[in-house]
Every structure is written in C-alpha cells, then in structure tokens.
Nanobody, 124 residues
Framework: QVQPVESGGGLVQAGGSLRLSCAAS????????MGWFRQAPGKEREFVAV????????YYSDSAKGRFTISRDNARNTVYLQMNSLKPEDTAVYYC?????????????????WGQGTQVTVSS
C-alpha cells in the first residue's frame, strides 16, 4: 500500500500562494496516479487535480485550471500542489490520495489510499 501524508496548509490572504506537499510512504509510489481533492464546509468532497504515474499527464478542475499546478517527484515519493492566486472559495481541507485504478482518474471512488487532510484557509 501507499500512505499519503499532507503538509503545507495554512492561512493566507486572497491573491497569495501556498504549496502543499504529500509524502507517500510505500514501496510502489510510482505505480499510482496521485490526486488532490478538497472539501469545504457544507460541501461534498471534490476533485482538484491529478497526475499520472509519470508526469506526462495531468488534469485539473475548472476552478484549479490556470491557478494550480500538480507535480510529482517519484524519487522522493512526493506529490505537490502549487496554488497561486488563491481565493476565499479555495478554503477547504485538502486531501492527497493514491488511485486504485486508472491512468489519471478524477472520481473519488477511484482512489484507495487517502491522507489525513490539511486545512487551507484563504481570507478576504
């Protein structure tokens, strides 16, 4: 298995930037597509970004596109989410997850292993 652990969340003001990291312990990190999801209060968990087993493919939600960048370093078993031009609407708990199936899936049920989440709060 792979066990993701997120870090890098915090409080930032609108327009600022934040870089989330996800260290995924396990022997087979490179075998998994890795995704970022978020859940705001009163909202369902939603897809943010995913990167394939290699860095050759990545997808973003409409909200994240143009502002967020997902990347991975397989040698360090780490995936990143660079978030720029943050908005109050980005406030949520952000989760890193490893996909159980698929090249670069976007659905929650396609992911088998989840981190504990890290809080991102964007003030007006």
């Amino acid at each position: 298995q792979v066990q993701p652990v997120e870090s890098g969340g915090g409080l930032v003001q609108a327009g600022g930037s934040l870089r989330l990291s996800c260290a995924a312990s396990g022997r087979t990190f490179s075998n998994y597509a890795m995704g970022w999801f978020r859940q705001a209060p009163g909202k369902e968990r939603e897809f943010v970004a995913v990167i394939g087993r290699t860095s050759g493919i990545a997808y973003y939600s409409d909200s994240a596109k143009g502002r967020f960048t997902i990347s991975r370093d397989n040698a360090r078993n780490t995936v990143y989410l660079q978030m720029n031009s943050l908005k109050p609407e980005d406030t949520a708990v952000y989760y890193c997850a490893a996909a159980a199936w698929g090249l670069a899936p976007k659905r929650i049920n396609d992911y088998a292993y989840w981190g504990q989440g890290t809080q991102v709060t964007v003030s007006s």
